[in-house]
């Protein structure tokens, strides 16, 4: 059984939405929590989600609730403080989930690498990111790795640009600002940006891309058994293995999945980005 809950704070008020639905799994299973990161609306998400954790409960026994976060912020909040007992996170954020909760990575993708990229409106004068200086960015939060902190490091370490940062909760949201003139450019990743519909994407272009680092993991809490872990871990392995596995990691997106660890993520911890992470 998926259980779904959207955690979301409307006028102060903090409200638990919770959606159930029935699969074959047993009702006497053993229930774990799996936290995702709002790179997408929460429908979108769950699209992409929900039949993945589908297919994870059937090949382990275990049943799962889809933990969502509004904002990549109170995501981090959760799992900060260890809410979640399976996580699909950016790569800093498995540093930060490691120092703070003793989370381990399990999973990765093995056929690409994450990098950010800023863009821009098609119709646009700018040509390098130094056109840029004091314009307004947008960015989907403080913390996304690529869409955010890789850029922002990039800009004033390396380009010596200056600009004022605008957060938007979303890459979708981030790359609409640009083509309402809201914001000159957007940073972003390349999964999300090929997702976007053509005619948003077809009204922006790629101006930069930033250094290339380990894609998001699929994080463990400690709390969590390692038999446990294993099995989640090889039914991941084996749901890749089939053609319809395939289909569905590839909207999250995921081209192979391997295993991981820690220390796949360790070279982050010298990019000298705890500078512009915000807590």
């Known amino acids: 059984m998926i259980r779904h809950i959207l955690h979301s704070t409307i006028g102060g008020i903090f409200g638990v939405i919770a959606v159930l639905w029935l699969n074959a799994s047993p009702l006497s299973a053993q229930t774990y929590t799996f936290g995702i990161v709002p790179q997408f609306e929460a429908r979108k998400l769950a699209r992409i989600w929900e039949p993945i954790i589908s297919e994870i409960e059937k090949r382990t026994g275990y049943d799962f609730e889809i933990v ?13 403080n260890g809410e979640f007992d399976f996580a699909y996170m950016n790569p800093y954020h498995a540093i930060i989930a490691a120092q703070t909760q003793g989370y381990q990575p399990l999973l990765r993708d093995g056929g690409r690498e994450l990098f950010g990229i800023l863009v821009v409106r098609d119709d646009s004068n700018y040509q390098s990111v130094e056109d840029l200086e004091g314009q307004t960015i947008a960015f989907p939060a403080p913390n996304a790795l690529g869409a955010s902190l ?14 004022s940062p605008m957060y938007v909760s979303t890459h979708g949201s981030a790359y609409l600002n640009v083509i309402l003139n809201q914001a000159a450019a957007a940073g972003g990743v390349m999964g999300t940006f090929r997702s976007q519909p053509i005619e948003i994407s077809e009204q922006l272009r790629v101006l930069y891309k930033t250094t290339r680092v380990p894609p998001h993991p699929i994080a463990a809490h400690p709390r969590v058994p390692e038999e446990v872990q294993r099995q989640v871990t090889q039914a991941f392995l ?35 980005l705890d500078a512009f992470f915000v807590e």
Do not use: A, H
């Open 68 to 80: 969502g976060s509004p904002r990549i912020p109170e995501f981090e909040t959760s799992f900060m």
């Open 150 to 163: 890789l850029i922002r490091s990039d800009l004033t370490n390396q380009r010596d640009v200056e600009f």
């Open 238 to 272: 084996d749901l890749w293995k089939t053609g319809y596995g395939r289909e569905l990691l590839e909207r999250v997106p995921i081209r192979e999945v391997i295993e991981t660890s820690l220390e796949d993520y360790t070279e982050l911890q010298g990019m000298g």
